[in-house]
DNA sequence: TGTATCTAGTTCAACTTTCAAGAAAAGGTC
DNA sequence: GACCTTTTCTTGAAAGTTGAACTAGATACA
């Protein structure tokens, strides 16, 4: 039933109820696919292997950790926790940040590159079985554009330049 | 670029890789968002919310718990130790499944319900604004369908009619 | 310089999740 | 009934996450 603006609290429509919990249930099932995919086959859960993508991505592998968990959406808590069991693995390293003697760099190293190379092709088709093998190319299309605006409106802005009392 | 199909492994189309990223950004924020906003005005995670929400729903405010833990697609283990917090905080209770004297029932208390009742206009605005204040009809159209289509390929059949070796 | 404030990263305690193991009741088969 | 298997739910330990407190270094400014 679709409460009528009467003052009371404004609910979801049916459509929009029935949306969300298929949002829900499919984004529940996928994290917790991957998370099972990943840790099968890479021994961590897929936040981990995300840091260790992120890094093979940077300049020369490494990563300062403040920008690597903004990076990765991740606190700097939970970073430190993180890259300190990579660490233990022995497919990352810490090291000392030349410019800021406060900071670190987290290092992918070789083993942990041998790691992801060997673990990434698996990972991409588990991506591929879950999601872009079944939806239509049009279908891929509008779901990139629905992710862009609701990121978009759940990002923190981290420009000032456009809030108003600087100006 | 994209890989031609060359017999290494099959990688994802740049449009898809960049789908994909904006899938995992807007999914984590939104978990987050939705967690921190539960937290601070209910005292509880999203998933303990779910919970609530899925006893409220049900007949008599009453589930077995493996059914509920089916609902909210969480392991029975997990659905115990949540029970028992939420249980703590006086929201649920136990009860003996009268049938079955392996089963317990989750039953939502009063009070269980007047939090839900409490909480849930604030909630239902977090989710609108974050996603359906954002989205055009035809977006929203779009996202359940694609959403329907990842859960099914996501679900385990828990029917064993089709499968081969039992025909 | 001195001092106040900010930033980078870690650590601790409380909480949540996972996985493997286990107790108890139910269901099947002889 | 006796026996074996399955189902239901809980438990305990290990792993992961959170939020607050903390240390050390950077930055700003008088």
Redesign the interface.
Known sequence: MTTASTGG????TD??Q???R????????????LDRQLQRDAGMPHIYY?LLVHLSRAPRRRKRMTELAKDA?ITRSRLSHAVARLEKNGWVRREDCPSDKRGQNAVLTDEGYAMLARS??GH??A??????A??TPE?????????????????PEDTDADLPWLR
Do not use: C, N
């Not at 279908?139 to 409106?153: F, K, N, P, S, Y």
């Open positions: 609290p404004r609910w979801l459509e929009e029935s949306v969300w298929a949002y829900l249930h499919a984004t529940t099932l996928m994290e917790d696919h995300g959406k990434a092709p991409v088709e991506v591929r079985q879950a999601m872009f079944r939806l279908q891929v299309r509008h779901l990139g554009e629905i992710m862009q605006v609701i990121a978009a409106g759940l990002q």
